[in-house]
């Protein structure tokens, strides 16, 4: 497959979406990363690819699914992730009824929170009786992301609903990982109502402030692994030195 020209390092909002489960749980993590470039690995790379391939997907929906073939050919994406993002594409205009409203690569803010919080939707569907649906893709396979509490899926849904007023009777939030899967299944849903949903603005606003301080805590966990900063956080290198020192017994 004939990769996109990319950049070597993105920029990233400090406070993303992507990374929040990160700076939440280790809020020391974000002084920490301060002047570091954002470097693009290669599963990130073709993650991004796939992410374009179903965007181009959803946004000419209308087309025939033959043209939309043809043209995605030219593209050079490969039978794999045209296959993947196929199978994302059909379960989300599933759920899209002919009254709703679906956005897709969408723009959304939480700056009422803080200014540096702001990140890009995959998808969203406004479902006329009231359900607001957050689709996140995910085309990884190393590791199944879970959908209950998912803080990426609840800033972007909190997003939206400031945005329209909070006129949502209920919100679902949805991951699409088609080649990792919980329990059997690449699609997972967790349904909350919006009352719910608003619980979280002080929990990240608890996030915001504890990042702000110099002496936030620093924790290990699943988040170190895209953590720019771990080869010199202090935690991951203990963590280092301790099994290299058991591995030498």
Same mark, same amino acid.
């Not at 406070?15 to 470039?37: D, K, V």
């Not at 209950?148 to 209920?170: D, E, P, R, S, V």
């Given at each position: 497959?004939?990769?996109?020209?990319?950049?070597?390092?993105?920029?990233?909002?400090?406070?993303?979406?992507?990374?929040?489960?990160?700076?939440?749980?280790?809020? =020391?993590?974000?002084?920490?990363?301060?002047?570091?470039?954002?470097?693009?690995?290669?599963?990130?790379?073709? =993650?991004?690819?796939?992410?374009?391939?179903l965007e181009f997907l959803l946004k000419n929906r209308k087309h025939s699914l033959s043209k939309l073939k043809? #043209?995605?050919?030219?593209?050079?994406?490969?039978?794999?992730?045209?296959?993947?993002?196929?199978?994302?594409?059909?379960?989300?205009?599933?759920?899209?009824?002919?009254?709703?409203?679906?956005?897709?690569?969408?723009?959304?803010?939480?700056?009422?929170?803080?200014?540096?919080?702001? =990140?890009?939707? #995959?998808?969203?569907?406004?479902?006329?009786?009231?359900?607001?649906?957050?689709? #996140?893709?995910? +085309?990884?396979?190393?590791?199944?992301?879970e959908v209950i509490n998912n803080t990426q899926l609840i800033y972007y849904a909190l997003a939206l609903a400031?945005?329209? =007023? +909070?006129?949502?009777?209920?919100?679902?939030?949805?991951? %699409?990982?088609?080649?990792?899967?919980?329990?059997?299944?690449?699609?997972?849903? +967790?349904?909350?109502?919006? !009352?719910? %949903?608003?619980?979280?603005?002080?929990?990240?606003?608890?996030?915001?402030?504890?990042?702000? !301080?110099?002496?936030?805590? %620093?924790?290990?966990?699943?988040?170190?692994?895209?953590?720019?900063?771990?080869?010199?956080?202090?935690?991951?290198?203990?963590?280092?030195?301790?099994?290299?020192?058991?591995?030498?017994?």
């Amino acid at each position: 497959m004939k990769l996109m020209k990319t950049e070597t390092t993105i920029k990233h909002a400090k406070l993303s979406a992507s990374g929040s489960e990160r700076w939440l749980q280790c809020p =020391g993590s974000i002084l920490l990363s301060e002047g570091l470039p954002d470097v693009e690995s290669d599963a990130a790379k073709e =993650g991004t690819i796939a992410h374009e391939c179903l965007e181009f997907l959803l946004k000419n929906r209308k087309h025939s699914l033959s043209k939309l073939k043809i #043209d995605l050919k030219e593209k050079d994406y490969s039978p794999e992730m045209l296959s993947y993002v196929l199978d994302s594409r059909e379960y989300i205009l599933h759920r899209l009824k002919t009254e709703d409203t679906l956005l897709c690569e969408t723009k959304v803010d939480l700056t009422f929170i803080a200014p540096e919080m702001f =990140g890009t939707i #995959d998808a969203a569907i406004f479902s006329i009786g009231g359900k607001l649906t957050v689709f #996140d893709f995910k +085309y990884g396979k190393g590791k199944a992301v879970e959908v209950i509490n998912n803080t990426q899926l609840i800033y972007y849904a909190l997003a939206l609903a400031h945005k329209y =007023g +909070y006129k949502f009777k209920t919100v679902e939030l949805v991951i %699409l990982q088609p080649r990792a899967l919980i329990k059997g299944r690449w699609a997972r849903t +967790y349904k909350m109502p919006t !009352n719910e %949903l608003k619980k979280w603005i002080p929990v990240f606003k608890r996030g915001v402030e504890e990042t702000l !301080n110099p002496w936030a805590q %620093l924790n290990d966990g699943p988040w170190c692994f895209f953590c720019k900063a771990k080869q010199k956080c202090p935690i991951t290198r203990d963590k280092r030195l301790e099994n290299d020192f058991n591995d030498d017994d």
